[in-house]
């Protein structure tokens, strides 16, 4: 019945439906490439207030053996555990920079694939997450994906994910030697005091036997700008996009009180008539959303690349469902007083209007 009843008024307002489904696309696309940017904004102020509270130290011949240095990153840690948020050794194999982790962190976004978790990660096991690689033509950049081993510090590694840090990462504990060790980084969950700097100096020559400091930089004021241009525009997108579902569902459901006061008058109660609605408003809605994301995929994110050279997030399949489902109460919202008003007026006044 839901089909047959809207398949009927389509095709006797094709002009209305065409411009509706059309504004009703452009509207998805617009959000979802806005969506885009706004997270990617997100994300760049994250890693850039994440820069700003990162210490790291050379420590390139520091350190006799790889127990030795076990103990010394034993005592940091256990030293710093409250205050740390991510805790790891730089180190090279051949080409690569590599990243071995110390402190497990459960929230290492994985762009493909998994990331390890902490049974794995404490036993050793060799497995890697490679870096994404956003140009095929990067020839910097290895070439793997996942289920393929790969050759780091002279032994097979199992590739398990890909990450967009621009580092392989791996487990502290999957490392044997320290030979082409260059650094330790250290990640703080807040800003430390001047006090706290200097203690941290004092501890950094105690315990991991010295070396050349490396201090955040401060925040930068242009990220701050970016954030909120983007979260303005953001805003103003959704504005317009509510502004607009408001007026379309409101304009179609007037086109169709005719059909509202038939189903009345054959017997059809108020709420029969809002579920067939409703159930028509999912359908429609599922349909936009499908071809804007479609759209957004495969036609917006090309040239997002070409403009860019590098988009920097990509909206996840979870993400993609629950933008659809925001949307989908939003037009429930504008749906719910139009039909209230078409309710509460008699099927005579209905087809006279």
Sequence with gaps: MVLKNFWRFVLRNKTVFIIFAAVQISIVVAFLSVFNYAMKTIDDFKKD????????VSIE???GGKSELDNALSSFSDRYKDKLSEFYVLTVSGKDSVRAEYIFDSKKVVTVGEGFDRRNFESGKKEALAVYKFNPEDTNIPDVKIGDTY???GEDYKIIGSTLESEFIVPYNSLTDIGNLSGICMVFNRDLSSVEVKILEDDIQNILGGGNIIYPEQYSSNIYVSAIGYITMFSVVMFVAIMNIVYLYSYMMNRRRHEAAVLRICGCSVPKAAIVYL???LLVSLCTY????LLHIFCVMPVMKAVTTEIGYYITPIEYICIFIALLLVQTLVFI???????HTSPSVLTKE
């Design 61 to 63: 011949g520091n350190y």
């Design 337 to 343: 007083p139009t039909m209230t008003r078409i309710a």
């Design 290 to 293: 499908v071809i804007g994301m």
């Design 279 to 281: 159930s028509e408003n």
């Design 49 to 56: 207030e994440k820069q700003c509270r990162t210490y790291s």
């Design 151 to 153: 050759e780091l510090f």
